[in-house]
């Protein structure tokens, strides 16, 4: 059969030598490799001891925002869940009953808020979608886990506490700012 390339290489079975049958060259050539990688600097660290810098764009853990005076800023609209390319939310949307004024800032909220983290993929674009700045991605880490269930994150682990806000100005960079002065975006300031 014709090769279909010039890369073929024909192999021969030659026998070993006396060196090879007693694996000296490799053990040699294995303790070099490993004696070099002994005096570089490690590529690794010793997380969660030690943390690399991030980038100024990194994109981590969602935060759900309340407003200045502690109330829920999501309206249960869905933009958030029509932009995610990976379909990761899903929400059920409330009507605000009597008496809830201090728990919602809007007529509608979301009773259920879920984020499926093993599907998002931290693109952003439910912060850029969402018109009443209720959604952030913070510069935080998601926490690790052993079931898959664990990581579809609810309004517990979603809402920021109202004691415990969370700061979302980490990622607000000078271009991000900029962006949200584009009148078509005027929504997002
Ligand atoms: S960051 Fe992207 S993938 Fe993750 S929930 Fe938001 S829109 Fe979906
Ligand atoms: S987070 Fe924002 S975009 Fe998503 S449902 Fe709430 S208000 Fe709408």
Redesign the pocket.
């Known amino acids: 059969m014709e090769p279909l390339s010039n890369k073929r290489k024909v192999l021969e079975s030659k026998p070993l030598n006396l060196m090879e049958r007693a694996y000296l060259p490799a053990i040699v050539k294995g303790l070099s490799i490993t004696l070099k990688h002994f005096f570089k600097k490690p590529v690794t660290i010793s997380y969660p001891e030690e943390k690399r810098e991030f980038s100024e764009n990194f994109?981590g853990m969602?935060s759900l925002k309340r407003d200045e005076n502690g109330k829920e800023r999501c309206t249960a609209c869905g933009l958030?869940a029509l932009?995610?390319?990976?379909e990761?939310?899903t929400m059920i949307a409330a009507e605000r009953q009597k008496g809830e004024e201090h728990l919602y800032r809007e007529e509608k909220y979301a009773a259920v808020y879920e984020?499926n983290m093993l599907?998002?993929?931290?693109?952003?674009?439910?912060?850029e979608?969402c018109p009443k700045e209720a959604?952030f991605?913070t510069d935080r880490i998601l926490p690790t886990d052993y079931s898959r269930g664990e990581f579809v994150f609810g309004k517990d682990k979603l809402v920021e506490p109202v004691d415990e806000r969370v700061d979302v100005t980490v990622r607000q960079t000078a271009a991000v700012l900029e962006f949200k002065t584009h009148k078509q975006y005027s929504h997002n300031k």
Request: hydrophobic fraction near 45%.
């Open positions: 994109r969602h958030c932009s995610c390319p990976a990761a939310i984020i599907r998002c993929i931290f693109c952003g674009l439910c912060e979608a959604i991605l």
